[in-house]
């Protein structure tokens, strides 16, 4: 099992795309998991034939053996001598000889973990042959261990249904529970004048060719984000194991609501790419999340999040920190509101920015800096033309 996003423990075999014999081909889609809080496809890192060892709806950890690709017998080699079980004679440590002894589990299958490729006791633990067990992650554990649907029951709040979550909202809730219980988190709020930003948006849109389109408000955040982030590189960091990791690249997460979770795919160097580049690639990153294609690489490697809920006409919210990132940006709608300018009450447009930070690496006055850069950088648009 490949780790397939970030924050990936373990995968569920949703389905396999090629069955067991099948002939496959490097780069050719296998099978469909659900990693972390996301359903995407993996491939072939090689040519043969597929022997699938891990079925439909099995939950494994990182690293477990979940099929082999067998070289075509043409391109085999001559087999090696019969081992302790009767299996080709794999190399092998002592403990994990034993264990097929004692289990019947059959060593051919395996590929070793130890130095040199020597297969050890926990490579014979974590396969799939006769006598061996498959571990579970705590994620299916804890869905398995869930009480079954309860009878609908009558009483002062009416019917009662108890639906159970899928396993993609288990780890979620997981996820968000551990950013709580964990992080020390504090938010900051701005307001921005969008008024220029409103104008350029009018401008672009008319100079749009045919079948392109202007870039959002979201699209100018990230941008603005991008560039503010390579300023203030603690805001492009996290709190790990008792210590500051800062990131080489700036990396946006883009928070897209899928079906039955939320989806966060990563809009990568988001400092260098232009902005008629960033509108392109979220709208395409966005769509791929709909359509349940989005890949591993691309929900991987985020430095920091934009969360917008502005389309659904909420005003201001603090979002929940990703625990491998030092801050995340929520985004409210667009408003049209009555402003002071000169002493005198006029129409304005404005919008709400909620900066969340973890208090270990962000402290109150680097952050403040940081959401003031962002605010001047959509309050004068132009600068996210020109860099």
Request: glycine content about 8%; aromatic content about 4%; hydrophobic content about 45%.
């Amino acid at each position: 099992m490949p780790r397939l996003s970030d924050s990936m423990e373990g995968g569920t075999i949703v389905r396999w795309l090629k069955r067991d014999g099948d002939r496959v081909s490097h780069g050719e889609p296998l099978a469909e998991v659900e990693a972390g809080t996301a359903s995407v496809t993996f491939d072939a890192d090689a040519d043969g034939t597929l022997r699938i060892l891990v079925g439909e709806g099995t939950t494994v950890r990182i690293g477990q053996l979940i099929a082999r690709i067998a070289e075509a017998p043409s391109e085999r080699k001559a087999a090696p001598a019969s081992g302790d079980n009767g299996a080709p004679g794999a190399k092998a440590s002592a403990p994990a000889r034993r264990l097929p002894r004692e289990s019947g589990a059959d060593l051919s299958p395996l590929t070793g973990s130890g130095p040199g490729g020597r297969i050890v006791k926990s490579d014979v633990a974590a396969g799939s042959g006769p006598g061996a067990r498959i571990v579970k992650s705590d994620v299916a554990a804890s869905a398995a261990e869930a009480p079954a649907l309860a009878r609908p029951a009558r009483g002062n709040k009416g019917a009662i249904t108890i639906q159970q979550p899928s396993r993609i909202q288990v780890q979620l809730a997981q996820r968000m529970a551990e950013s709580k219980a964990t992080i020390p988190d504090f938010s900051l709020r701005a307001e921005v004048d969008m008024e220029q930003a409103v104008a350029l948006r009018e401008q672009l849109r008319k100079a749009a060719r045919s079948g392109e389109v202007a870039p959002s408000y979201n699209e100018m955040v990230v941008k603005a984000c991008g560039l503010a982030l390579r300023e203030h590189p603690l805001a492009n960091a996290a709190y790990r194991d008792g210590a500051f990791e800062l990131y080489e690249r700036v990396n946006i997460g883009i928070a897209v609501a899928a079906e039955e979770s939320l989806i966060v795919p990563t809009l990568l160097d988001a400092d260098r790419k232009s902005l008629l580049d960033i509108a392109r690639e979220a709208r395409t990153l966005a769509e791929r999340v709909r359509q349940r294609t989005i890949t591993p690489a691309e929900l991987s490697g985020a430095t920091f999040t934009v969360f917008n809920l502005g389309m659904y006409g909420v005003a201001s919210f603090a979002a929940i920190i990703n625990p491998s990132q030092a801050a995340i940006l929520a985004v409210g709608e667009l408003r049209e509101l009555p402003v002071v300018r000169e002493g005198r009450v006029v129409p304005g447009v404005r919008m709400s920015l909620v900066l969340t930070c973890d208090h270990r690496i962000l402290y109150g006055a680097p952050a403040a800096e940081f959401l003031a850069r962002l605010r001047a950088l959509l309050e004068q648009p132009v600068y996210l033309l020109a860099s």
